[in-house]
């Protein structure tokens, strides 16, 4: 497994995925989540720019990109956005990756599907 391999939250019970973490399953509330490698390919679904921000460790970063993410795998995320705006419907891979402020954070880079 490499840094920039997808893991995503997994429901030992119902078999699905999901994002955000949570300790327990948002489909089925089965309590055995474990995480699985995932395809990190997706589309995006909507975007947003921000041009202000009143905390510190945005504040350089502006403008920041963000993007909704339907990933192949059936999930939906929030992501940043690394290299710049995109626009819905464009081919994305998701990764892991760190926010503006060092924060771990999955992250979107133009691309097709692995």
């Known amino acids: 497994m490499t840094a920039d391999t997808l893991r995503l939250p997994h429901c030992q019970a119902c078999q699905r995925s999901h994002w955000p ?4 399953c948002p489909h089925c509330l089965g309590e055995t989540v474990t995480w699985q490698p995932a395809d990190g390919g997706g589309q995006v679904m909507a975007t947003a ?11 350089p970063h502006m403008p920041l ?3 909704t993410v339907a990933l192949d795998c059936g999930v939906r995320a929030i992501v940043f956005v690394a290299g710049g705006a995109l626009k819905n419907g464009t081919r994305v891979i998701v990764t892991p990756g760190r926010g503006p402020s060092g924060q771990e954070a999955l992250v979107a880079t133009p691309g097709a599907a692995r």
């Open 21 to 24: 973490p949570r300790e327990i």
């Open 49 to 59: 720019t921000l041009h202000h921000s009143l905390s510190p460790d945005f504040a």
């Open 65 to 67: 990109h963000v993007a």
